[in-house]
C-alpha cells in the first residue's frame, strides 16, 4: 500500500520519499520489521461478497497491465479464480452476495456446479450442492514482492526516493512533519502517510490509536514434483466455503519459489489468535507458524484434493490486520499526518487502488466521491 501511495503520488508531481527497509535476509532471527507480501502468490480476483472488496479489487486489476508495462517487471498470473461455497443453506451466503455484486458491476464469470464443475477442475473433490463461480480471466494470483518491487520501480522514474530504513518516531509541528529514522536521520515533510502494515499501530507513528487487530496466520506448503505440477497447471486460485463452516480456507495453484521448489499453498485459520506489540508480532513472523493449525489446513487441502501427490508438507508464518469496520483505514488523524492500513486479509490485490486513494486524500483532501459508497475512516 505504501509503495502504491508513494507511485500515485509521485505520479501527481508531489517529491515523494518511500521510506521503509527491505525484506530481511533471515526471517528467522531478523529484529527489523516484517512485512505480510513476503511470499510469491497472492490471490487476485475482482469479484468478492463485498461491493467495496471487489470495487478495488477491479479499479486495482485495471491497472496491472500498465504497472507491468512501466516498470518492466511482471507480476500477474492469469490464471482465473474460482470462489465455491453452498448452493443453498448455511454458508450460502458467500456464493449468492458475490453473484449478486457480480451481476451489478458486470463482472464476467461462469457459475459451475456438479458434473459441469467436477469436469471443468478434475483436480478438485467438492461436497454435493456446492456452486463455484469461475472468473476466467483478469484473476488468477500475483506475486506481491514482485508488485511491490514494480510499485517503487515506477515511483522512482517519477523521482520518488527510497531510504532502507525504519522510521522510529515521527513528530508534527506548525512547520510540518520531521520522520526520524533508524540510520539516525531526519526527514522533513510536509505530509506523511503511515502504511507500515501490520506496524502501523507502532507507538511513535501515528498520533491516535487504530481500530485494527493483528491476527497470527499459518500457511501449509505441499511441495509438489515435476509432473504433479504440470498436471495442476491449469488450476485457478481457490476461496472455499464448506457446508460445516468449519474454515474459510483459500488455495494457491503450484507456484515456484526462491528455493527453486514448486509449492501449492493452503491458508485458512480457523481462529483468530491475536498478535499486540512489535515483540509478539516479530516473534510470530520469525517462527514457522502454528504446527496444529499448519496440519489442520494439510487436512483441507486433502479434503478439496484427495489426489494431490506431493513430497512433503512444511509451514509458514504470516499476519493479517483486521479493522473494526472490515474496510481498509485510508484517513487523516491530523491536517498532515495519514493512515493507510487495514488489508483485512485481501489489500494485497488492490494494493494499488487503495495507495491512489490515499494520495488522492492528501493532495485534495477528500476521497473521490461517487466509486466508493464506504467512507475509508475509523
Ligand atoms: C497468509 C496471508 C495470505 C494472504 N492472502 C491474500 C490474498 O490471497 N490476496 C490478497 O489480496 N491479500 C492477501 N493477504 C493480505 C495481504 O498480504 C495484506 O493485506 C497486504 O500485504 C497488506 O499490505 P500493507 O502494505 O498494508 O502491509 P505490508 O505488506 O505488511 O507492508 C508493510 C510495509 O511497512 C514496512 N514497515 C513496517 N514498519 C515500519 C517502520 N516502522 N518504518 C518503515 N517501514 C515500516 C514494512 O517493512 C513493509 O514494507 C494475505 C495475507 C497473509 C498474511
Redesign the pocket.
Known amino acids: ?2 509503495s502504491a501511495a508513494a507511485r500515485h503520488l509521485a505520479l501527481r508531481g508531489k517529491s515523494v520519499a518511500l ?3 527491505g525484506e530481511p535476509r533471515s526471517k528467522a532471527t531478523d529484529q527489523g ?5 513476503y ?1 510469491q502468490a ?3 480476483r475482482r469479484l468478492d461478497s463485498d461491493q467495496v472488496w471487489s470495487l478495488l479489487s477491479c479499479q486495482s486489476i485495471s491497472r496491472y497491465a500498465d504497472i507491468e508495462n512501466r516498470a518492466g517487471r511482471d507480476f500477474f498470473h492469469d490464471v482465473g479464480s474460482v470462489m465455491a461455497g453452498p448452493r443453498s443453506g448455511q454458508g450460502s451466503d458467500f456464493v449468492a452476495k458475490a453473484r449478486r455484486v457480480g451481476a451489478k458491476l458486470g463482472i464476467e464469470h461462469d457459475v459451475l456446479e456438479g458434473a459441469q464443475l467436477a469436469e471443468r477442475f478434475p483436480f478438485f473433490r467438492f461436497p454435493p450442492g456446492t456452486q463455484a463461480l469461475h472468473e476466467a480471466k483478469g484473476a488468477g ?1 500475483i506475486n ?1 514482492r514482485l508488485h ?1 518491487a514494480a510499485e517503487i520501480a515506477c515511483a522512482q522514474t517519477d523521482h520518488c526516493i527510497v531510504v532502507p530504513y ?3 518516531h515521527i513528530a508534527e509541528s506548525s512547520m510540518g512533519i520531521t520522520v526520524h529514522c533508524s540510520n539516525q536521520k531526519r526527514y522533513s515533510a510536509e505530509k506523511v502517510v503511515v ?5 502501523s499501530g ?1 507507538s511513535g ?1 501515528l498520533p491516535d490509536p487504530l481500530p485494527m487487530k493483528v491476527f497470527a ?1 499459518t ?1 501449509a506448503f505441499f511441495e509438489l514434483g515435476e509432473a504433479e505440477a504440470a498436471r495442476l497447471r491449469n488450476m485457478p486460485s481457490l476461496v472455499y466455503v464448506p457446508p460445516d463452516l468449519s474454515c474459510d480456507p ?1 488455495v494457491l495453484p503450484p507456484v515456484m519459489y526462491p528455493d527453486g521448489k514448486v509449492y501449492l499453498k493452503i ?1 485458512g485459520d480457523p481462529e483468530d489468535v491475536e498478535l499486540s506489540g512489535d515483540r509478539e508480532i516479530g516473534d510470530w513472523f520469525r517462527s514457522h507458524g502454528d504446527a496444529n493449525v499448519g496440519a489442520f489446513l494439510a487436512e483441507q487441502l486433502l479434503k478439496i484434493m484427495p489426489d494431490l501427490d506431493f513430497e512433503q508438507i512444511t509451514y509458514g508464518s ?4 483486521y479493522t473494526k469496520s472490515g474496510k481498509p483505514l485510508i484517513y487523516g488523524q491530523t491536517d498532515r499526518i495519514f493512515a493507510l ?1 487495514g ?9 494499488d487502488e487503495l495507495g491512489r486513494i490515499a494520495a488522492i486524500l492528501m493532495t485534495e483532501g477528500k476521497v473521490p466521491k461517487g466509486l466508493y459508497e464506504a467512507s475509508f475512516g475509523p
Open positions: 500500500m505504501g521510506i521503509g527497509p520489521v516484517f512485512a505480510s507480501h511470499d497472492r490471490i487476485t494470483h506481491p511491490v525504519e522510521v522510529t502504511a507500515c502494515g501490520a506496524y507502532r507513528l496466520r500457511i483459500y491458508g504470516c499476519v493479517t490486520s492500513t488489508g483485512n486479509g485481501a489489500g494485497a490485490k488492490c494494493a
